[in-house]
């Protein structure tokens, strides 16, 4: 796209629509195989109006829809870095969407109408997009045949980042299902309600990310390897801020919002914060490195980190269960996702990218902030409690501790590197450009 080369951009486009059509299938047959094992994954007595067949089909047919109408012309908009549109679209969407779920849920009393929503409005935004992409790229179509070594080479990095989503997906399932399995029912919507709130947050900082991936593999295209580093770092600080005082917000709130949200009897004890904060974390520190990681295509060479990734989540999810139970299942997630999915996929980006330059450089400067950041909540939690720390009242002092107390314990760590120096031109250089242009 950087070379306008159309007619490859054509047989990119062409090829990718028949690979989004092979892992939709897959997924198709697979999802259906998994159909007679239903029974043996659920725990505990299920409403005799509802049908977990049928609203297992349903979730199956809204992500085959995901695969099979259109969806594959989004990468034109992200490869442009127009990722933008995507979010104005995708946002849209999600917010009509749910306000029309709400609303038969309320009329109706249907959550049967309240799922079939969700493969309806999933084919509306993948129309959508695609309207979107004939708008920008009206001369791209699906057309012309790869040269064997260029296909040879993105079929090899398709399988890397197949195998890598699917893992990665399998990381929140497999806690659910063993939940679900060992626990029953309302401890996995307990647990399903505490993950929701951490997967929005989460959700609101890979859209930074997602943001940035286009941009950081044009930068690697462009620049050379110790430019790149210099810019990882300074992100990477700016990001593990943003991520520390996103973990300091989750500890002071997270009880309270609960409370008003669902209620004392779908509170989890305080442990199960701790660890949730922990889980959100370590989840959420590697990010920048993993938009290296994508932008540098490095999804096979990271195929095994994966495998092993999922294989010990899912050993360390069925003995902890069992006998710690839902802390045990997020204490089996956290222990692979820090040293499998952290430490390991660090080394694979310095490996293959980041070459002759110390991985335990990085480690160090994630091991300062790390510390900064459970000294800076340890104190925000402890001076909200002593304030105030139920209902909307300890929401709000939550809130207030964590700015406060979080940005000022980093500024007094980090105010004098130069780092924070390097980072904060960055900041007003992006501030004087936004002004100018208004």
């Given at each position: ?26 997924i198709v047959v697979v999802g259906i195989a998994l159909i007679p ?26 992500t085959a829809i995901g695969y099979f109408f259109y969806s594959y ?286 991985v335990m450089e990085y480690f160090k400067d994630n091991g300062k ?70």
């Open positions: 796209m950087a070379t306008q080369d159309t007619n490859l951009l054509c047989a990119l486009l062409k090829y990718i629509r028949r690979l989004y059509y092979v892992i939709g299938g897959i094992f239903l029974p043996y994954l659920i725990s505990g007595e299920v409403s005799s109006d509802l049908n977990i067949t049928v609203m297992y089909g349903i979730y199956l047919l809204n012309k989004s990468t034109l908009l992200n490869a442009g870095q127009n990722v933008g549109t995507i979010s104005n679209i995708n946002s849209g969407i999600i917010f009509f969407q749910s306000l029309v779920q709400i609303l038969v849920v309320v009329a109706f009393k249907s959550y049967y109408g309240y799922l079939i929503l969700m493969p309806i409005f999933t084919l509306i935004n993948n129309l959508w997009i695609s309207y979107a992409v004939k708008k920008f790229y009206p001369h791209i179509i699906c057309k012309n045949e790869l040269p064997p070594e260029t296909k040879k080479d993105i079929s090899t990095h398709i399988k890397g980042l197949f195998v890598t989503r699917i893992c990665n997906t399998t990381r929140n399932a497999l806690d659910s299902i063993f939940i679900s399995a060992f626990l029953g029912l309302t401890t996995a919507a307990i647990y399903g309600n505490y993950y929701y709130i951490m997967f929005a947050v989460t959700g609101i900082l890979n859209a930074i990310t997602t943001a940035m991936t286009a941009s950081v593999g044009n930068s690697l295209v462009t620049e050379n390897v110790e430019k790149n580093y210099r810019d990882m770092r300074k992100f990477n600080f700016l990001f593990n801020w943003i991520v520390g005082f996103c973990t300091c917000c989750l500890l002071t709130m997270y009880q309270p919002f609960m409370q008003v949200w669902v209620g004392e009897e779908g509170v989890f004890p305080i442990n199960m914060v701790f660890i949730f904060c922990l889980y959100f974390y370590f989840l959420n520190i590697g990010s920048i490195r993993a938009v290296y990681h994508d932008a540098a295509g490095l999804w096979w060479e990271a195929r095994y980190r994966a495998i092993l990734e999922a294989v010990v989540n899912l050993i360390l999810n069925f003995v902890l269960t069992s006998t710690l139970g839902a802390f045990g299942t997020v204490l089996g997630t956290l222990i692979s996702l820090v040293f499998i999915n952290y430490m390991y996929g660090a080394q694979i980006v310095f490996k293959y990218y980041f070459k002759g330059v110390s902030y790390g510390l900064v950041t459970l000294i800076a909540c340890v104190i925000a939690f402890l001076v909200s409690c002593r304030l105030f720390n139920h209902g909307w009242i300890g929401i709000i002092t939550g809130f207030i501790s964590s700015l406060l107390i979080f940005n000022a314990i980093y500024l007094l760590f980090f105010r004098r590197t130069k780092l924070f120096k390097e980072s904060w031109r960055t900041i007003k250089g992006i501030i004087g450009l936004s002004k100018k242009y208004r």
